[in-house]
């Protein structure tokens, strides 16, 4: 079964920077959109950023200016360049893929900003 799997999450100082990925194990055909959502304790999961096939992307208001989203298509891969880091951007960063008949999600992985 074909999973997504994301890295380059920890723990970081405000003001610093980190930058994460998130990869599929396999091939994903037909992918529409790629981005990540995150949650923080005992809040709802909100979208931060996404990128659709042909580049368009789409940012969270409290993350635009600050974080990044890119992708290489032919690697099915996303990134996420964190930058400016704030305590509140701690949370638990997915990765999630869109095609027209399933979505597809990783596993998460923790950012802790420490102020």
């Known amino acids: 079964q074909v999973q997504l799997v994301e890295s380059g999450g920890g723990l970081v100082q405000a003001g610093g920077s980190l930058r994460l990925s998130c990869t599929s194990s396999?091939?994903?055909?037909?992918?529409?959109?790629m981005g990540w959502y995150r949650q923080a304790p005992g809040t709802q999961r909100e979208l931060v950023a996404t990128?659709?096939?042909?580049?368009?992307?789409n940012y969270a208001d409290s993350v635009k200016g600050r974080f990044t989203i890119s992708r290489d298509n032919a690697k099915n891969t996303v990134y996420l360049q964190m930058d400016s880091l704030k305590s509140e951007d701690t949370a638990v960063y997915y990765c999630?893929?869109?095609?027209?008949?399933?979505?597809?999600w990783g596993q998460g992985t923790q950012v802790t900003v420490s102020s």
């Open positions: 999630y893929a869109f095609t027209s008949w399933r979505d597809y």
């Open positions: 396999g091939s994903i055909v037909g992918i529409s959109a």
């Open positions: 990128i659709t096939s042909g580049g368009s992307t």
